[in-house]
């Protein structure tokens, strides 16, 4: 298991958004985490990723618990993820090259002369050019941002993959381009995808597995014909905000 | 630093007001030439450290504040911790050290700016020429006042820095927060200037400096 939730209870003051939530996600799958706004989707991203505390329940990441573990250990498993954040959380200081050298910097001895090869090569991976690597971020369009946030995600060639509304605010054609990247990613390189988001297009063209969040637990799990099958309200109406629901290529079932 | 202009001129003003008053007293009693004295000690000792960390409380550390408030939104924050760095280590010791590196270099701007206001209204209204007042300054400057006066620059700008970041980095998730956290940051950075201030005039008094 390369993320195993176990009764996650997460809770903000009187608020209850996780109410004993499990979810595992095995190696090489592609997974698509959505709900209604405020079902704790970043939340739960957030908990995975060692960035909050669930108020009970155990988090694990690739076998290590993000909130237990000692410091070494979990300097190692940060080593064997990256984090696309939804804006793209580049470092406002630093230029794109910069951005996505610091992970590299920080966590392997790559000499210095060997950096700015590395970088091209992550950058050409996220399909940017050479040349946007002396970009700063304020410079950069939104599709811009997310490639090279993605690049910086990619960095340390992680194992698993995290992504926050991977395509949101990107128009249709880029943010197709960004799926099929995804799907490059997960089937040739292996990657195992946690994706958050609320795009039916992502959905329907690259995502095998579909996990709804709702009233604080997983209220459906599976492909898309398993998720459509699952009688509840925010369901129906999420998939029924387009008119022609296709069932995902074939080729996609594996 | 982008901090000298401003710094230079509030502090050269104060030193005119401080002359200029002084000097309505002082001639009084035909004793203008102790102007000098009473600016060199109230400039060096209180006034210039204690202005000039209120202008670095406005601009530094209304800026940290922003700063961090900014990256906490864009979840730049966020990122630094996932790739397992400590934002207290590459966001807040930088800007701890380098205000408490500079304020004191800019007391010292402050100091000079200010004594040369005095001087200047010295020689403009006290019959005071430049060369008596150059004179009469080296006699009246004591290193001791001065020293204290220094000493207290890089205290002031460590309370201003960590309040600047702290109310950064506990900005919520919304851009209204910013603002308040920022408005926040300069009343505290002030009120600590302040009181810290009052901490060192009464310490100093016990130890009899």
Not at chain 1, 63 to 78: C, I, K, S, V, Y
Not at chain 1, 167 to 177: N, V
Not at chain 2, 97 to 105: M, S
Request: aromatic content about 4%; charged content about 15%; hydrophobic content about 50%.
């Amino acid at each position: 298991m390369v993320i195993e939730a176990d009764g996650v209870v997460t809770r903000f003051g009187r608020q209850t958004v996780h109410d004993g939530l499990s979810l595992q996600i095995r190696r090489g799958e592609l997974v698509a985490l959505i709900g209604g706004s405020g079902s704790g989707k970043s939340v739960l991203l957030r908990e995975i990723l060692g960035l909050q505390r669930p108020t009970a329940g155990s988090v694990r990441l690739l076998g290590t618990d993000m909130w237990r573990a000692p410091p070494a250990q979990l300097a190692a498993t940060r080593k064997r993820f990256g984090m696309m954040f939804q804006e793209g959380a580049l470092f406002s200081s630093l230029d794109v090259a910069g951005n996505v050298a610091t992970p590299l910097r920080e966590h392997t001895d790559t000499p210095a002369e060997l950096l700015p090869r590395l970088v091209n090569l992550r950058l050409a991976l996220a399909g940017l050019g050479a040349d946007a690597g002396a970009k700063m971020p304020a410079q950069l369009s939104g599709g811009m941002k997310k490639r090279a946030a993605l690049a910086r995600a990619l960095a340390l060639e992680p194992e698993v993959l995290f992504l926050d509304e991977p395509t949101s605010g990107l128009d249709p054609i880029t943010a197709r381009a960004f799926d099929e990247l995804l799907a490059f990613l997960n089937c040739d390189l292996g990657l195992t995808v946690l994706m958050v988001t609320h795009d039916l297009d992502t959905l329907l063209s690259i995502a095998r597995r579909v996990v709804v969040l709702g009233r604080g637990k997983v209220i459906a799990d599976g492909s898309i014909d398993e998720v459509l099958a699952v009688d509840d309200a925010w369901i129906k109406s999420y998939f029924s905000s387009r008119h022609t629901v296709q069932p995902p290529p074939a080729a996609a079932g594996a | 630093m982008n901090a000298i202009p401003v710094v230079a001129l509030v502090t050269f003003l104060i030193g005119v007001v401080m002359a200029y008053m002084l000097g309505l007293q002082a001639e009084k009693y035909g004793a203008s030439i102790f102007v000098v004295d009473g600016v060199a000690l109230g400039m060096t000792r209180e006034f210039s450290p204690l202005i000039v960390a209120t202008i670095m409380a406005g601009r530094s550390g209304a800026a940290f504040t922003a700063q961090l408030g900014t990256m906490k939104l864009t979840e730049e924050i966020d990122a630094i911790r996932t790739l397992g760095l400590d934002p207290a280590q590459v966001l807040v010791l930088p800007r701890v050290l380098a205000l408490v590196l500079t304020l004191p270099l800019l007391v010292f701007v402050g100091n000079v700016a200010g004594i040369a206001g005095a001087m200047l209204m010295a020689s403009l209204t006290l019959d005071l020429p430049a060369q008596a007042f150059i004179e009469r300054l080296l006699v009246a400057l004591s290193p001791r006042h001065y020293v204290i006066g220094i000493v207290k620059a890089p205290v002031f700008a460590l309370f201003i820095a960590v309040i600047g970041c702290r109310m950064g980095l506990s900005v919520s998730r919304d851009t209204r927060s910013i603002g308040i956290h920022t408005t926040s940051t300069v009343v505290q950075g002030i009120v600590a200037v302040i009181l810290l201030d009052a901490v060192f005039a009464v310490v100093l008094q016990k130890l009899g400096l």
